[in-house]
Nanobody, 120 residues
Framework: QLQLVESGGGLVQPGGSLRLSCVAS????????MAWFRQAPGKEREEVSC???????VYADSVKGRFTVTRDNAKSTVYLQMNSLKLEDTAVYHC??????????????WGQGTLVTVSS
């Protein structure tokens, strides 16, 4: 059974860094496209990144140059390294498995997510 568990969130000052982890179970991570999404209070869900099984990543313009996705297939884990964090990065972050390589189709594995709070 598919399960994705996010961790690594917390409180950080503007300009700081965090690394989020997403541990996958119930499927072979290396065969799937994975995405990170975030949702801030009162805002719509936003796609942060979409990473194909081949390792190609597309980032949202809002995080490009600051966030980096890596995958460790041996550990069944996807990471989101977030640098130069801004107040507007505050949100609950989720990782999900995507049906399509462009992350535009069905998404599954929504869990609790991990809360990132950027505040001075």
């Amino acid at each position: 059974q598919l399960q994705l568990v996010e961790s690594g969130g917390g409180l950080v000052q503007p300009g700081g860094s965090l690394r989020l982890s997403c541990v996958a179970s119930g499927f072979n991570l290396d065969a799937y496209t994975m995405a990170w999404f975030r949702q801030a209070p009162g805002k719509e869900r936003e796609e942060v990144s979409c990473t194909t099984s081949g390792g190609r990543t597309v980032y949202a313009d809002s995080v490009k140059g600051r966030f980096t996705v890596t995958r460790d297939n041996a550990k069944s884990t996807v990471y989101l390294q977030m640098n130069s964090l801004k107040l507007e990065d505050t949100a609950v972050y989720h990782c999900v498995r995507a049906e399509r390589s462009d992350c535009a189709g069905y998404l599954e594995g929504w869990g609790q997510g991990t809360l990132v709070t950027v505040s001075s």
